[in-house]
C-alpha cells in the first residue's frame, strides 16, 4: 500500500510548491484556473457518456434512445 501512495504524495507536495510560487497570499482573491475548469468540463463529459453507456438498454426502453444511427457493432461496448 505504500507503493501505492508515495507517488501520489509527491505529486501534493509539488502542487503545494507551485501554490507558494504563485505570489497570491489572500486565497480567495485567486479565480478558478482555466485549467481547472476544462478538467472539470472534461470529466463532466465523460462521466455524462459513461453514464449514458452503462444505462442504455434502460433508455432504450424508455424510448429515449433509438438506433436512427447504426453504428457498427464492432464500435459498440458490450
Same mark, same amino acid.
Given at each position: 500500500?505504500?507503493?501505492?501512495?508515495? !507517488? =501520489? +504524495?509527491?505529486?501534493? $507536495?509539488?502542487?503545494? *510548491?507551485?501554490?507558494?510560487?504563485?505570489?497570491?497570499? @489572500?486565497?480567495?482573491?485567486?479565480?478558478?484556473? !482555466? =485549467? +481547472?475548469?476544462?478538467? $472539470?468540463?472534461?470529466? *463532466?463529459?465523460?462521466?455524462?457518456?459513461?453514464?449514458? @453507456?452503462?444505462?442504455?438498454?434502460?433508455?432504450?426502453?424508455?424510448?429515449?434512445?433509438?438506433?436512427?444511427?447504426? *453504428?457498427?457493432?464492432?464500435?459498440?461496448?458490450?
Amino acid at each position: 500500500m505504500q507503493g501505492r501512495t508515495r !507517488p =501520489f +504524495l509527491q505529486m501534493l $507536495a509539488r502542487l503545494r *510548491a507551485f501554490r507558494a510560487l504563485d505570489g497570491s497570499t @489572500d486565497p480567495d482573491s485567486r479565480g478558478a484556473s !482555466p =485549467f +481547472l475548469m476544462l478538467v $472539470a468540463v472534461v470529466l *463532466a463529459l465523460v462521466l455524462a457518456i459513461l453514464e449514458i @453507456d452503462l444505462n442504455h438498454a434502460a433508455l432504450q426502453s424508455l424510448g429515449l434512445m433509438g438506433d436512427a444511427f447504426s *453504428a457498427d457493432p464492432i464500435f459498440k461496448s458490450p
